[in-house]
T-cell receptor, first 115, second 112 residues
Framework: GAGVSQSPSNKVTEKGKDVELRCDPI?????LYWYRQSLGQGLEFLIY????????KSGLPSDRFSAERTGGSVSTLTIQRTQQEDSAVYLC?????????????FGNGTRLTVT | KNEVEQSPQNLTAQEGEFITINCSYS?????LHWLQQHPGGGIVSLFM???GKKKHGRLIATINIQEKHSSLHITASHPRDSAVYIC??????????????FGTGTLLAVQP
């Protein structure tokens, strides 16, 4: 596609349920980032994938959060046993990556509401 | 202390004014990004800088690597410039670049 695509755009779930958020980066982009933005807050880094290297998971807030990137393209962020504090907009971004500096391209985000 | 600091946090300007938003960082970087986020909207990359100055239309971005400081300028501001402007640095780890670190953003409101 022309840009970074995220789905779903909105997700409402009950506390304790698991959710999966999907990101389709721009074709050929080897770097993929997940961030989240809580209401009125800045962007919080979650996880970074670069090619076949081990992902940088240093931003994941708890072991309820996990992410994978299959085939170096699509990425899925999974939140298990959701809590109300997980409510936020989850943003995905991609870039050409590697040692090259290249512009970031953001998806429109998934707005997650945990009731 | 945050590794990336932006100022001001909030800025209100009158249409036509010259606007400056500042970003200071405390880590070694390979690149700095300026991003724009409209209310309820997505994030758009405005600039990526590793040195010097870049200009797109009414927007100018500068970076001083020695002082670890960048500025985003908007000339002849317009209400449609109202948005959150975010500075992000790509941290440099001895030859291998890594994750982005974001500032908390500057909320700009341009009044007609």
């Amino acid at each position: 596609g022309a840009g970074v695509s995220q789905s779903p755009s909105n997700k409402v779930t009950e506390k304790g349920k698991d959710v999966e958020l999907r990101c389709d980066p721009i074709s050929g982009h080897t770097a993929l980032y997940w961030y989240r933005q809580s209401l009125g807050q800045g962007l919080e880094f979650l996880i970074y994938f670069q090619g076949n290297s081990a992902p940088d998971k240093s931003g994941l807030p708890s072991d309820r959060f996990s992410a994978e990137r299959t085939g170096g393209s699509v990425s899925t962020l999974t939140i298990q046993r959701t809590q109300q504090e997980d409510s936020a907009v989850y943003l995905c971004a991609s870039s050409l990556g590697g040692r090259r500096n290249s512009p970031l391209h953001f998806g429109n985000g998934t707005r997650l509401t945990v009731t | 202390k945050n590794e990336v600091e932006q100022s001001p946090q909030n800025l209100t300007a009158q249409e036509g004014e010259f606007i400056t938003i500042n970003c200071s960082y405390s880590v070694g970087i390979s690149a700095l990004h300026w991003l724009q986020q409209h209310p309820g909207g997505g994030i758009v990359s405005l600039f990526m800088l590793s040195s010097g100055k870049k200009k797109h239309g009414r927007l100018i971005a500068t970076i001083n690597i020695q002082e670890k400081h960048s500025s985003l300028h908007i000339t002849a501001s317009h209400p449609r410039d109202s948005a959150v402007y975010i500075c992000a640095v790509r941290r440099y780890y001895g030859g291998a670049t890594n994750k982005l670190i974001f500032g908390t953003g500057t909320l700009l409101a341009v009044q007609p």
